[in-house]
Structure formats: structure tokens, C-alpha cells
């Protein structure tokens, strides 16, 4: 065996960042591929779960929009800084980094709008997939604390290239 090249090794493992990762086998995070006509109903599922999570009596409403869009809102309080500023979460959004699912419903949408708030105060924020298009930007909240994710667009359905890709 001695001087033989071993049939598994590092130079087999890429690795991928969050987003990417989502993209490429979202059957690790929702539990159905990317072309299962279930993926948005599993995206849905997830997104909701999490803002269930804490087990919290936190309310938590829906609103479907169609077969790919909907629109998750809860009253799960947003870590702040000292002056009451959401901080930033994944991919310097307001993509909290405590909850995961919204962050991976980002990955398999073109456009997602994140809202949060706390205190009287809220801020709105756009991604393209998971970037953001722009700084989050104060708006009147509706509630005292809560938080609010539209995926866009679409539930993409099709492959979101990964980066780098064509």
C-alpha cells in the first residue's frame, strides 16, 4: 500500500461558503432537492420552525403569496448594539446568525427583503439572494420587536449559479 495514492484525500474536499452550499444540495437543509416540486413548501416549513424554535409563545403569521412566495413574520426579539442598531448577521445583513433557516431561504431566492425591530425602531434591508443591495435603512415598525422575511421574487426552482460559475 506504501507509495500508493489513497482513493479519498484532502484534495477531493471543496469547500463552500453558506450560501453556495444551500444552492448546491439544498436536501441537507430542507430535506428535498432542488428541482422537487416540494422545495418551496420545505423552504416555508423551515423558515416558520425557526421562528418556532425557542419554544417561546412567540406569534408567528404567514402569508402566501403563490406557488413560490410568501412572507414570515414573528415577534422574536433582534440582538442590538448599545444604541438600540440591529447588528448584522450573515453576510452583513440582517440575517440574523442565530437563525438559519432565513439565512438558507435567502441563498435559494433571487431577492429577499429582511426587516427587523425592536423599541419602536425597525430597519429594512435588500438582498440579492444573500447580499445585500444596500445598508439597512430605519423604517416605522408596526410592532415593538418582531421580524419580517420575504423572499422576494421566487423560490428559485432552477440552480442559482454559485460563484465563479457561469
Same mark, same amino acid.
Given at each position: ?16 461558503? =453558506?450560501?453556495? %452550499? ?7 437543509? =430542507? ?22 424554535? *425557542?419554544?417561546?409563545?412567540? *406569534? ?29 448577521? =450573515? ?37 440579492? %439572494? ?5 445598508a439597512p435603512a430605519e423604517f416605522a415598525p408596526p410592532t415593538p420587536q418582531g421580524t419580517r ?18
Open positions: 500500500m506504501q507509495g500508493e495514492k489513497p482513493l479519498y484525500s484532502a484534495e477531493h474536499i471543496t469547500v463552500l461558503r =453558506f450560501e453556495d %452550499a444551500v444552492r448546491k444540495r439544498p436536501a441537507m437543509y =430542507f430535506g428535498v432537492g432542488q428541482q422537487s416540486p416540494d422545495l418551496p413548501t420545505e423552504v416555508l416549513r423551515a423558515v416558520v420552525m425557526d421562528a418556532l424554535h *425557542n419554544g417561546e409563545p412567540w *406569534n408567528v403569521s404567514v402569508e402566501i403569496a403563490g406557488d413560490l412566495r410568501f412572507t414570515v413574520v414573528d415577534d422574536q426579539p433582534h440582538v442590538t448594539d448599545e444604541h438600540g442598531v440591529p447588528l448584522l448577521g =450573515f453576510f452583513d445583513s440582517l440575517l440574523d446568525r442565530e437563525r438559519w433557516a432565513p439565512a438558507a431561504a435567502a441563498a435559494l431566492s433571487l431577492r429577499t427583503m429582511v426587516e427587523v425591530w425592536m423599541d419602536g425602531r425597525g430597519f429594512r434591508q435588500r438582498l440579492i %439572494a444573500t447580499q445585500p443591495v444596500d422575511l420575504t423572499p422576494g421574487a421566487t423560490i428559485s426552482r432552477s440552480p442559482i449559479p454559485l460563484r465563479g460559475e457561469p
